[in-house]
């Protein structure tokens, strides 16, 4: 029997965030383009739940120093001596200030939504209303994350390819997800397969979202790129961090009519909203670059 929203919403009175994680998971729904250890980070040093409307929540990330290894000759004098020191680190504290939430009125008591066909019908509407409320703040982030390409051109299928290659000179950290515009996307499936363009099809797609690898980057369309956005941006996602927590899921009885409300809140946060934040230049540690629009 296949698994129904309806089935991941009942869960013997109690409520769970579990119906919007496992909808990823259902046949019927579509892949999300942004997804954590795939197209971001998730990692963290520490998280600070807030009060019970998630106020005040903060995730605690540490960021490493870095230091040069020292390099001798074995025959010089104390070539295999340690030189000790104490490299610094720093600990950030991102707040988790966006709320992304909806609500479905259904007329019938909380009972029966949870076992009927209309109340499976309008999770299935929470739930991918709230998802895509989700993407379209994480595009934001990146879009926020990222320097200006500045010698853009009105992109071809003759100089496509090259004008990644430009953009990507620009980072210090070598890019392993190119994600693009639906136009750019129809650019790329133009390109044949020696060009250094491998197309994914069928399960691989469905499965990962990716649709295809280019210049060893995994390829991703971001429907929230049109045309007042950038065609395309390239960017390392293990630097890309991005933290959600999900507050509810969950049936309840009406207030004003006879009938039940069935809800979602999520909670999310990235180094973006921080009031001093600023793309990191390239020579500083640059990791993502946007290409914009050629009007």
Same mark, same amino acid.
């Given at each position: 029997m296949a698994?129904s929203?309806?089935?991941?919403?009942? !869960? /013997?009175? @109690?409520e +769970?965030?579990?119906p919007?994680v496992?909808a990823?998971t259902l046949?019927?729904f579509?892949k999300?383009?942004?997804q954590?250890?795939i197209?971001? +980070?998730?990692?963290y040093?520490g998280?600070?739940k807030?009060d019970?409307?998630?106020r005040?929540?903060? &995730?605690?990330?540490?960021?490493?120093?870095?230091?040069?290894?020292?390099?001798e000759? @074995? =025959?010089?004098?104390?070539?295999?001596? !340690?030189t000790? @020191?104490n490299t610094?680190?720093t600990l950030?504290?991102?707040?988790?200030t966006?709320?992304?939430?909806?609500?479905e009125?259904?007329?019938?008591?909380? *009972?029966?939504?949870?076992?009927?066909?209309?109340?499976?019908a309008k999770a *299935?509407?929470?739930?991918?209303t709230?998802?895509?409320?989700?993407q379209?703040?994480?595009?934001?982030y990146l879009?926020? +994350?990222a320097?200006?390409y500045?010698g853009?051109v009105?992109?071809t299928k003759?100089?496509?390819? =090259?004008e990644i290659i430009?953009?990507? $000179?620009?980072?210090d950290y070598?890019?392993n997800?190119?994600?693009v +515009?639906?136009?750019? *996307?129809?650019?790329?499936?133009?390109?044949a397969?020696? =060009?250094?363009w491998?197309a994914y099809?069928?399960r691989d797609?469905?499965t990962?979202? $990716?649709?295809?690898?280019l210049?060893?980057?995994? @390829?991703?369309v971001d429907? /929230?790129?049109? *045309?007042?956005g950038p065609e395309?941006?390239? !960017?390392?996602?293990?630097?890309?961090d991005?933290y959600?927590?999900?507050?509810n899921f969950? &049936?309840?009885p009406?207030?004003?009519?006879?009938?039940s409300?069935?809800?979602?809140? $999520?909670i999310?946060? /990235?180094?973006?909203l921080?009031?001093?934040f600023a793309?990191?230049?390239?020579?500083?540690?640059?990791?993502?670059i946007? !290409?914009p629009?050629?009007?």
């Amino acid at each position: 029997m296949a698994i129904s929203l309806n089935d991941l919403v009942i !869960y /013997n009175a @109690v409520e +769970s965030t579990d119906p919007i994680v496992g909808a990823f998971t259902l046949p019927f729904f579509e892949k999300p383009v942004y997804q954590p250890g795939i197209t971001f +980070s998730n990692i963290y040093e520490g998280f600070v739940k807030g009060d019970g409307a998630g106020r005040g929540s903060q &995730v605690l990330k540490r960021k490493l120093g870095k230091v040069t290894a020292t390099i001798e000759s @074995v =025959d010089q004098a104390n070539a295999l001596r !340690y030189t000790h @020191v104490n490299t610094g680190d720093t600990l950030q504290v991102i707040p988790l200030t966006d709320v992304i939430k909806h609500s479905e009125e259904l007329y019938e008591a909380v *009972e029966s939504a949870r076992a009927s066909a209309t109340g499976a019908a309008k999770a *299935e509407i929470v739930v991918k209303t709230i998802v895509e409320g989700v993407q379209s703040r994480i595009s934001k982030y990146l879009q926020d +994350s990222a320097i200006q390409y500045a010698g853009n051109v009105v992109l071809t299928k003759a100089n496509q390819k =090259d004008e990644i290659i430009l953009a990507r $000179a620009e980072l210090d950290y070598k890019p392993n997800v190119l994600m693009v +515009s639906p136009a750019v *996307e129809t650019l790329l499936l133009q390109l044949a397969t020696d =060009d250094g363009w491998f197309a994914y099809y069928g399960r691989d797609t469905i499965t990962t979202g $990716a649709i295809g690898r280019l210049l060893g980057m995994e @390829v991703y369309v971001d429907p /929230n790129l049109k *045309e007042s956005g950038p065609e395309f941006i390239l !960017y390392d996602k293990d630097r890309f961090d991005v933290y959600t927590t999900f507050q509810n899921f969950s &049936v309840v009885p009406a207030a004003d009519f006879d009938g039940s409300y069935i809800r979602a809140m $999520a909670i999310q946060g /990235n180094e973006t909203l921080l009031p001093t934040f600023a793309p990191t230049i390239k020579g500083a540690g640059s990791w993502c670059i946007a !290409y914009p629009t050629k009007a």
